[in-house]
């Protein structure tokens, strides 16, 4: 979608190995979320981010890792790959409206177009 | 926890019929309601979303939804399907107040048929 991308597209990788996905945004949005889509689990939170170096677990963190040192760019690492993380990973941004209680999800969020990667 | 149900899997449905895909929501507060959309081999896109007033909110190509408090369902529907509304439609809910974080349902595939 125009304004976030995702790299790489496709990975395949080895049991063991690190591996580093990108999310980049020219949004200025301050939310950024990594979700991973699984067949009959829809999608999951893995990490989010509430702006530079703010970061917090989602419901599936374990095994996985995120950076965020610039407003544009979060990165979600698999320290050692596994073949459960075998997935495809979804970056989604948002921002947030107004003061107080009114969150960023509460207008929507806009996804990327998805990291397919294959643990092998 | 506040969980999000889509009752169907899949729904195959034929040309220019109606369909109704199916969401519940469970919880003791207030919350905001989404569908998002997703083609083969893409992202998810808003497809349309609850957050105060009218109960009924509309896509601009022809979908429904409607937010039952008494319910706690957000069903989608449209009166008449094309070929290109075959996707996978998820339903989504974040609580009011709460950081915002959207909970999914699993999905429902849609599909339609000639």
């Known amino acids: 979608d125009a304004g976030i991308t995702q790299s790489p597209r496709h990975k395949v990788t080895e049991t063991g190995t690190p591996v580093t996905l990108r999310c980049h945004q020219t949004e200025n949005h301050r939310y950024m979320y990594w979700y991973r889509q699984d067949p009959g689990h829809g999608l999951r939170l893995i990490h989010y981010?509430?702006?530079?170096?703010?970061?917090d677990k989602g419901e599936v963190s374990d095994g996985y890792s995120v950076s965020r040192s610039k407003t544009e760019d979060f990165l979600l690492t698999l320290e050692s790959a596994t073949s459960s993380q075998t997935s495809v990973y979804f970056c989604?941004?948002?921002?947030?409206?107004?003061?107080?209680?009114?969150?960023?999800?509460?207008?929507?969020?806009?996804f990327g177009s998805g990291t397919r990667l294959t643990v092998v | 926890a506040q969980s999000v149900t889509q009752l169907d899997s899949q729904v195959p449905v034929f040309e220019e019929a109606p369909v109704e895909l199916r969401c519940n929501y469970s919880?003791?507060?207030?919350?905001?309601l989404f569908w998002y959309v997703q083609y083969p081999n893409q992202g998810l896109q808003l497809l349309l979303k609850y957050l105060s007033g009218s109960t009924l909110v509309e896509s601009i190509n022809g979908f429904e939804a409607e937010f039952n408090k008494s319910q706690t369902s957000f069903h989608l529907r449209k009166p008449s399907v094309h070929i290109s509304d075959t996707a996978e439609y998820f339903c989504?809910?974040?609580?009011?107040?709460?950081?915002?974080?959207?909970?999914f349902g699993k999905g429902t595939k849609l599909s339609v048929k000639p």
């Open positions: 989604a941004i948002s921002e947030s409206i107004g003061t107080g209680l009114i969150r960023a999800a509460n207008y929507g969020y806009t």
């Open positions: 919880s003791s507060v207030s919350v905001y």
């Open positions: 981010s509430y702006g530079v170096k703010d970061t």
């Open positions: 989504a809910a974040n609580r009011v107040g709460s950081q915002g974080n959207l909970i």
